[in-house]
């Protein structure tokens, strides 16, 4: 106990020194994931073995820089959350704001936005440590497959959480601020509606995942595309079960709009199964020519 003092005193130390480091060499993390995927593919995979309390540390450390970068994103969230949550005042039809249902209330939840607006910001940097912690134990090829699709998935995310805000959100809230206003009162308490908004962009934005997932299953030769395609009767129905699940009003109409992105999503993952067969062809071709 009588060093913690001195533990916390060093932290504005430390953050200062890894604030520097981060501004003289910023393009690090990007050279060394270009180096992952410019290696030769003739390089053999080198394993360094560590002992439990080495991983440990290393651990330690990765937690550490991401609270570095965290914490910088959590200030740039602190002057967003006030326009946000006038935004959403504003989708949600709540002229005269949200109900606060204890004295800290309005606080907790005006933190609880810049938080998970700071998480947002440094999301590819807290990335980069939890890949460089498990990289040393993947192989060349399943760094690659990671580095290849991160693009591709955090593309799919991004227009899920973005159709959910723009489009599935403000219609919800138009049907259920009229539904049965003659004789409900339509005063939303703040904790609930940003737990609605979370619902629905986590909800869609893993909905939107699809092709992704139908892509690694063709590649990696576990469900190929041809299976894929004959799945879709049952795969239709589970659509639509999604569609109810994350669709929070009971009208046929909201759940359309959720459910027809999903069917054209569907239809986008059976072409690039089909293409991921053919890759997976390709490979098994150079693999057999090798040997003979």
């Not at 560590?50 to 914490?71: I, P, S």
């Not at 209330?105 to 980069?128: D, E, N, R």
């Not at 004959?230 to 009971?250: D, E, H, K, S």
Request: aromatic residues 12%; glycine residues 4%.
């Amino acid at each position: 106990m009588a060093s913690l003092p001195k533990t916390l005193a060093g932290v504005p130390i430390k953050a200062a020194t890894a604030v520097g480091r981060a501004v003289r060499d910023p393009l690090k993390p990007v050279r060394s994931l270009r180096d992952v995927w410019n290696a030769p593919d003739d390089e053999p995979d080198e394993f360094q073995e560590m002992t439990l309390g080495e991983h440990l540390e290393e651990l330690r450390q990765r937690l550490v820089k991401m609270c570095y970068a965290f914490v910088p994103a959590m200030l740039i969230g602190l002057f967003l959350a006030n326009p946000l949550l006038t935004y959403m005042t504003h989708q949600a039809n709540a002229t005269e704001g949200f109900q606060v249902l204890n004295p800290t209330g309005s606080f907790t939840v005006f933190v609880k936005i810049a938080v998970y607006i700071g998480v947002a910001i440094a999301f590819p940097l807290i990335f980069y440590q939890l890949f460089a912690f498990v990289a040393p134990g993947m192989t060349r090829k399943e760094k690659r497959y990671v580095l290849k699709s991160l693009p591709f998935v955090t593309f799919l995310f991004l227009a899920g959480v973005s159709f959910a805000v723009f489009v599935a959100v403000p219609r919800a809230f138009d049907f259920l601020s009229n539904f049965q206003s003659d004789v409900f009162k339509w005063d939303l308490v703040a904790e609930e509606v940003i737990n609605f908004y979370l619902t629905l962009m986590l909800g869609m934005g893993l909905a939107f995942e699809i092709p992704a997932v139908m892509f690694m299953l063709a590649r990696l030769g576990i469900v190929n595309s041809t299976k894929q395609r004959n799945f879709w009767r049952f795969a239709f129905v589970l659509i639509l079960v999604a569609a109810a699940i994350i669709t929070p009003t009971p009208d046929p109409v909201n759940m359309s709009i959720v459910a027809a992105p999903l069917v054209v999503l569907y239809g986008l993952g059976l072409v690039l199964a089909k293409r991921a067969d053919a890759m997976r062809h390709k490979d098994d071709n150079k693999v057999v020519a090798a040997k003979a």
